[in-house]
């Protein structure tokens, strides 16, 4: 783990007003915190470089999409081991429906955040992708009946007053 950036108010500001909206221009980011845009350009630079500012995306609907079903699903692996924990990394890295994967303490080894167009579709994920797999001893999915929050904005500390 590295050590958290020095941030002051401005850059604060910054960050609140990208992960509302992150297509401002630097004008209008400028405007919203009160900076030049010039001023304001040299900090969402700096704030890109030292890689608090991972990117820029669009987010989409999934259901528009045909993607109806999330699944948090739990999985242990066969043994423990480098080589094993590497291959089953290599395999979720390679799905496409695996929108995050988590290396857990507790009862699992991992845990992986999946959406399929349907339960057939997840069916096929589990059973004929990750259960035959020689890393994955069991897998245990719970599917999600309704979402009361999600992507949500990091949660900035406050900068100083006079920012």
């Given at each position: 783990?590295?050590?958290?950036?020095?941030?002051?108010?401005f850059?604060?500001?910054?960050?609140?007003?990208?992960?509302?909206?992150?297509?401002l221009?630097?004008?209008?980011?400028?405007?919203?915190?009160h900076?030049?845009?010039?001023?304001?350009?040299?900090?969402?630079?700096?704030?890109?470089?030292?890689?608090?500012?991972?990117?820029?995306?669009?987010?989409?609907?999934?259901?528009?999409?045909?993607?109806?079903v999330?699944?948090?699903?739990?999985?242990?692996?066969?043994?423990?081991?480098?080589?094993?924990?590497?291959?089953?990394?290599?395999l979720?890295?390679?799905?496409?429906?695996v929108?995050?994967?988590?290396?857990?303490?507790?009862d699992s080894?991992?845990?992986?955040?999946?959406?399929?167009?349907?339960?057939?579709?997840?069916?096929?994920?589990?059973?004929?992708?990750?259960?035959?797999?020689?890393?994955?001893?069991?897998?245990?999915?719970?599917?999600?009946?309704?979402?009361?929050?999600?992507?949500?904005?990091?949660?900035?500390?406050?900068?100083?007053?006079?920012?």
């Amino acid at each position: 783990m590295t050590d958290p950036l020095t941030l002051d108010g401005f850059d604060l500001k910054i960050l609140a007003a990208l992960q509302e909206d992150g297509r401002l221009g630097n004008q209008e980011l400028a405007e919203r915190v009160h900076l030049s845009a010039s001023q304001c350009s040299r900090r969402r630079l700096r704030l890109e470089e030292r890689g608090v500012v991972r990117g820029y995306r669009a987010e989409l609907a999934p259901e528009p999409l045909g993607l109806a079903v999330t699944v948090f699903t739990k999985v242990a692996l066969a043994t423990h081991n480098r080589d094993n924990a590497r291959r089953f990394a290599e395999l979720v890295r390679g799905l496409d429906c695996v929108l995050e994967a988590h290396v857990m303490t507790g009862d699992s080894d991992y845990l992986l955040k999946l959406i399929v167009p349907d339960l057939k579709a997840l069916s096929a994920v589990i059973n004929d992708v990750l259960l035959p797999h020689e890393s994955v001893a069991h897998v245990h999915s719970a599917v999600v009946l309704d979402t009361l929050k999600e992507a949500a904005a990091l949660p900035l500390p406050r900068g100083p007053s006079s920012a």
